[in-house]
């Protein structure tokens, strides 16, 4: 394992990311910057191809960057998962979704983790990344990999370090977010670290992958119960005739004891409305009835029937009922700046406006179509002037590129679930 460290502080180390979504590609990156000459790998041909030819998918990263790694013979993508026997290091970045029922579906750790397993060999560091509940390092992939006669600790080095990536944030990526990692032995904490020290500004070292893989879900806990929280004031504020987004700008003129969130259609994407679920399945699985997640879970889930029902009542004001109304909805992405419609609370919205005969249509700078069960849509350019044309407009996502004063100016409704109108009046604007 000495050998290891020494390589990786040399810099003379073969990394290897599978998985290279939004995840996967950044890391991929900056591994590739600090010097080491990365391969990435990822069951999605389309992905290897447009990384060896130069083209970025996510918005974060440019095309440029890949270009500059690629021409540099640093970074390379394959789908074959043979290159894993070169490499020295292998972080694993797959999806980790859940099952309708809410269960964890951990189909793409485990079969990444078999195919580690074909060519694993001694000297070798593994990481997983992907968000997980408690225990599954060494529940699941630890006797995963040790079925190659290895062990850990001794053969090879196996450890869990979160991801804590946000799309579309300018200040925080891969390199100035801190790092934490638990290593399954010690040792294995130490070469982790000693990895991520070459291309991450802190890295924060804990005593287990247990404690690594609780961190990540309190984290996102945290938010998801923050948000059911300040979503479930929205909703009571809605009931008393109390403005909630004034009630929060003055909230947060405290400079302590005081985190604003804002309430919104719903929670989106990969992470807040799916997390929570890995961690209160582990604890069910333990006796344990957690209370928080669920109720969070069921406020946040509620809110795409609130924004129903706001724009059903605000049709009703304009005499006019859902069915055969032209409602067209500004922003799907599950949040501002990104491309991403996983899990997206728009999606949701407009299914139950299509269900009531609504007659739909969008626009998103990010998100071209959407083919979503149910829902087969094109996003429209908005041209001057042509809200007006419709009974209600209805802002899902605050983009930066819409022009706010113009919407505000020129529909004849508008229901504004994010406060992307705040300072705007007009009678013709509802707010959540
Ligand atoms: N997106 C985020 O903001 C974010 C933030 C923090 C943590 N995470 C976590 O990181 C993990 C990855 O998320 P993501 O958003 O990058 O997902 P993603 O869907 O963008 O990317 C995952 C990639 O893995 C590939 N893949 C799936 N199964 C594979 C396999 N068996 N072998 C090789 N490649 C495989 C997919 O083709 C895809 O390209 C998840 O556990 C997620 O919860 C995501």
Not at 241 to 259: L, N, Q, S, Y
Request: aromatic fraction near 6%.
């Amino acid at each position: 394992m000495e050998k290891l460290i020494d390589a990786i502080v040399r810099r003379d180390a073969r990394c290897g990311i599978i998985g290279l979504g939004y995840v996967g590609l950044p890391l991929a990156l900056e591994f590739a910057r600090a010097g080491f000459r990365t391969t990435g790998i990822d069951v999605d041909r389309a992905k290897v191809d447009a990384i060896n030819a130069g083209r970025s998918y996510i918005v974060d990263v440019d095309d440029a960057e890949i270009r500059e790694q690629v021409a540099a013979g640093r970074l390379v993508a394959t789908a074959d998962f043979a290159a894993v026997r070169d490499l020295d290091t292998v972080n694993i970045c797959v999806p980790t979704p859940l099952r309708k029922t809410k269960d964890p579906d951990l189909t793409h750790v485990v079969s990444a983790v078999n195919e580690i397993c074909r060519y694993l060999r001694r000297g070798q560091l593994v990481i997983l990344e992907s968000t997980t509940y408690p225990g599954t390092t060494e529940e699941v992939v630890q006797p995963a990999l040790e079925a190659s006669g290895l062990r850990v600790g001794t053969d090879f080095a196996l450890a869990f370090s979160p991801e804590r990536i946000d799309p579309g944030n300018a200040h925080f990526n891969t390199r100035n977010i801190p790092k934490v990692v638990g290593g399954v032995t010690p040792e294995c904490t130490r070469i982790a670290k000693t990895l991520y020290e070459q291309c991450v500004e802190r890295v924060v070292a804990v005593s287990s992958p247990r404690v690594a893989e609780m961190v990540k879900l309190l984290e996102n806990t945290f938010r998801s119960v923050n948000i059911g929280l300040v979503n479930e004031i929205a909703l009571m504020s809605h009931a008393l005739g109390i403005d909630v987004w004034e009630v929060i700008d003055a909230a947060k003129t405290k400079p302590f004891g005081f985190m604003a969130f804002y309430p919104g259609p719903g929670l989106g994407g990969h992470c807040i409305p799916i997390d929570p679920f890995y961690l209160s399945w582990k604890a069910k699985m333990n006796g344990f009835e957690p209370r928080f997640i669920e109720l969070a879970g069921h406020i946040n889930e509620g809110m795409p029937r609130f924004v129903v029902e706001k724009i059903t009542d605000a049709l009703n004001v304009h005499r006019k009922s859902v069915r055969g109304s032209h409602i067209h909805v500004l922003g799907v992405a599950y949040k501002a700046g990104v491309n991403d419609i996983r899990e997206s609370p728009a999606l949701n919205v407009m299914r139950l406006l299509q269900d009531k005969g609504a007659v739909l249509s969008y626009s998103d700078p990010y998100i071209p179509a959407i083919r979503e069960d149910g829902l087969e849509l094109d996003s429209l350019p908005l041209r001057n002037g042509w809200l007006g044309s419709v009974d209600c407009v209805v802002i899902l996502t605050n983009h930066r590129e819409f022009d706010y004063p113009a919407v505000a100016r020129d529909a004849r409704l508008v229901v504004d679930t994010r406060n992307a109108l705040a300072g705007i009046a007009g009678d013709n604007i509802v707010r959540l």
